[in-house]
């Protein structure tokens, strides 16, 4: 079982910066994928970033060159800088981790981008 907290969403204008943390805690493996998803007002969740425990990252499209994750393993927290938001980022961002199939969820934080 494992334990995930986020932090750090909030109201921000276009243009403009924040930054998500997430904490798992419980039964970590060394080896592991961590990340974020996000789900707008009637859309279907989409994966925004993950990070493997080696530090690879993948991004989403719609989010390359404005968002970056980043996650340090010996505080087994995973951060996403997100910079450049748009209205259309504005969504519930939910951080995940994942060892092989299975799956652990934080609760979300909102983000909101608007003027």
């Known amino acids: 079982q494992v334990q995930l907290v986020e932090s750090g969403g909030g109201l921000v204008q276009p243009g403009g910066s924040l930054r998500l943390s997430c904490a798992a805690s419980g039964n970590i493996f060394s080896t592991n994928f961590m990340g974020w998803y996000r789900q707008a007002p009637g859309k279907q969740r989409e994966s925004v970033a993950s990070?493997?425990?080696?530090?690879?990252?993948n991004y989403a499209e719609s989010v390359k060159g404005r968002f970056t994750i980043s996650r340090d393993n010996a505080k087994n927290t995973v951060y996403l800088q997100m910079n450049s938001l748009k209205p259309e980022d504005t969504a519930v961002y939910y951080c995940?981790?994942?060892?092989?199939?299975?799956?652990?969820w934080g609760q979300g934080t909102q983000v909101t981008v608007s003027s």
């Open positions: 990070i493997t425990s080696g530090g690879t990252t």
């Open positions: 995940y981790y994942r060892r092989l199939v299975t799956f652990s």
